[in-house]
């Protein structure tokens, strides 16, 4: 199949609840492929991995979107998105993220465990007490990781569930191609989200506390270090970056435990292994599937010559499953060995938050395992018709009863657990 024709594939509702297919469509034609004029699509987790890396490719920032998305500034949610870190390039990018990062030091992530798994407790305790099938989405997949994620920023836990809404009208706004109608959504969730911050702001201002949204207050207010734009479109994009993708894997990967039963039994009762498991279930299914970079100078990747102001799609999920990298990319494997996945990205831009995601995940499902040993899909799971944020809408499963401690056959012949 042509590069176009497959690209216009993996756009259609069909390739974006299953991209996998045509995935490799695109690879048989190389690890890097012309799909236009100055449009490129990239597979390769090599190419894939240096183009993220590489200076020469930046996002599509504030100069090059006058250039080619005419009439952008009148969209709320494209204007959030570009105010933020996610959408700028250094020196504004260096900037804002050094100052979001103090959030997200290994100490504060490592102090958030036993927050993790309270919380992930009382999911579960209320998972058991209803009645019939529950919608995992809805029951534990979206309200742990925007608790988190709340807390973190100072959001009132009774505003927590307005988020999940919210989020994902604004996420629109990410994917490849996006409808009018869809644009329209998209700027629908951007406005509420926008006006609920700025009341948060000029709370924090009056009463600071400690939190993210305060100190990011203090850096506004301290100086030109963060605009007021920028102020409220990083809270924006923190909040809901902070736990889109997580709730994706949180539904993707417990979809593919369930499939595998005996390693689903192994974690259940060996979370020691939960590091090596979530790198593998980022790898297998990606909750972030693509990314997208312009060039500023001339690069070649893959055989391919790209010249300056190529416009790149790097296709994380299919970057993931390149077998030169990782042999049946399609199995999934927890005793596989050095998986390093691309699902939080590389270089200046990789997920400011990936280890807090990584700690949730790696709470979950081991405590998910063990408390609900009888857990499983109960109904049709649906997808959503989304290709960059990969994830379910809903995941119906049957609870059971909680059991004792389950016994589980041996690991797998001469695996010690998988790499961490």
């Known amino acids: 199949m042509d590069p176009a024709d497959a690209l216009a594939l993996l756009m259609s509702p069909e390739g974006r609840v299953d991209p996998y ?187 600071p506390a400690d939190d993210l949204t305060s100190a990011l207050v203090q850096a506004h207010d301290g100086g030109d270090r963060l605009s007021g734009d920028e102020l409220l479109a990083n809270l924006i994009v923190l909040l809901v970056a902070g736990f889109e993708t997580t709730t994706n894997l949180l539904g993707n990967g417990l979809v593919a435990l369930l499939e595998h039963p005996r390693a689903a039994a192994t974690l259940a009762e060996h979370p020691e292994f939960a590091p090596g498991y979530v790198d593998e279930l980022l790898r297998y299914d990606s909750p972030v599937q693509l990314t997208s970079r312009m060039s500023t100078a001339p690069a070649r990747y893959g055989d391919v010559d790209l010249p300056p102001e190529s416009w790149v ?53 081991p405590l998910l395992l063990r408390r609900l040993p009888g857990l499983a899909v109960a109904g049709r799971p649906e997808r959503r018709v989304r290709l960059t944020l990969r994830g379910h809408a809903t995941l119906p499963v049957r609870v059971g009863r909680e059991a004792s401690p389950v016994t589980v056959p041996g690991t797998p012949p001469g695996a010690a657990g998988p790499t961490p």
Do not use: K
């Open 21 to 207: 297919p045509t995935y490799e469509l695109l690879r048989a034609h190389g690890p890097v492929v012309q799909a236009g004029p100055v449009f490129f699509v990239v597979t390769g987790y090599a190419e894939a991995d240096a183009i993220l890396r590489d200076a020469r490719f930046g996002v599509l920032d504030d100069a090059l979107r006058d250039q080619f998305m005419p009439g952008w500034r009148e969209s709320p949610a494209i204007l959030s998105i570009s105010r933020s870190m996610l959408r700028t390039n250094p020196p504004d990018h260096s900037r804002m993220r050094r100052l979001a990062a103090g959030a997200f030091t290994p100490r504060r992530i490592a102090a958030m465990h036993d927050v993790v798994r309270a919380q992930a407790d009382e999911l579960v305790d209320a998972m058991l007490a209803a009645e019939g099938p529950v919608d995992f989405m809805a029951g534990f997949a979206y309200p742990l990781p925007v608790g988190v994620i709340c807390a973190l920023l100072g959001v009132p836990a009774a505003d927590r569930p307005l988020f999940r809404r919210w989020a994902t009208d604004l996420t629109g706004v990410l994917e490849p191609e996006i409808t009018e109608e869809d644009l329209a959504v998209a700027d629908r969730g951007a406005s509420e989200l926008r006006a609920y911050f700025t009341e948060l702001v000029s709370a924090r201002r009056r009463a």
């Open 313 to 365: 799609i790097v296709m994380l999920g299919a970057a993931n499953r390149d077998p030169r990298r990782y042999p049946e990319p399609a199995r999934f494997d927890p005793w596989r060995p050095q998986v390093h996945p691309l699902s939080f990205g590389a270089g200046p831009h990789y997920c400011l938050g990936a280890a807090l995601a990584r700690l949730e995940a790696q709470v979950a499902f």
